[in-house]
């Protein structure tokens, strides 16, 4: 049997990971400080032992939340990807961080207490897709020809010749 290998990584490539097992535990929570360490509404995670995580490119930069909890990021982009109880054997993963997030369906949601009142609206939303060609173009054009976002897959080589970030 294959070796499990699921790997993720920041938005401009500088940092990158592999967990050598399923992770487990995916859920959502929203408590006030996943909010504000995500930029977001709530921080989506999933985890395994420690000993299964890796981090195959650059250094996970870290900020202590509070004196228990570490979360990680990437120093040169920003991207939030981890959270990790000081002295604890596990580490959580920002879900949305690994290259295949539609496997890690979150299972419960934790932090309710700080859960917006609006979060259960959200699907209801009116919608479209990104801004399709029709709409922009020249504008949908100019970010394909510049993305600086790293793929959804581990490469050699990052960013590509003639293409620094
Ligand atoms: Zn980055
Ligand atoms: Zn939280």
Redesign the pocket.
């Known amino acids: 049997m294959a070796e499990t290998r699921i790997t993720g ?7 990158r990971f592999a967990l050598t097992q399923q992770p487990d535990n995916p859920h959502i929570c929203h408590c006030r400080m996943c909010q504000k360490a995500f930029g977001s509404f709530f921080a989506p995670l999933t985890g395994v032992p420690l000993d299964r995580f890796e981090v195959t490119r ?1 250094t996970l930069s870290t900020f202590k939340s509070s004196d228990l909890v570490e979360r990680g990021f ?6 939030p990807l981890s959270f990790h109880f000081v002295g604890g054997n596990r580490i959580s993963l920002a879900i949305g961080s690994l290259d295949e997030p539609e496997k890690f369906a979150p299972a419960i949601q934790v932090g309710n207490e700080a859960r917006l009142s609006w979060f259960d609206t959200l699907p209801g939303l009116p919608g479209r897709d990104t801004t399709s060609e029709q709409d922009d173009p020249e504008g949908t054009a100019r970010i394909a020809a510049t993305n600086h976002q ?1 793929p959804d897959h581990d490469t050699a080589k990052w960013p590509p010749a003639g293409k620094a970030g």
């Open positions: 990584g920041c938005q401009c490539g500088a940092v650059g990437c120093r040169d982009c920003g991207t790293h």
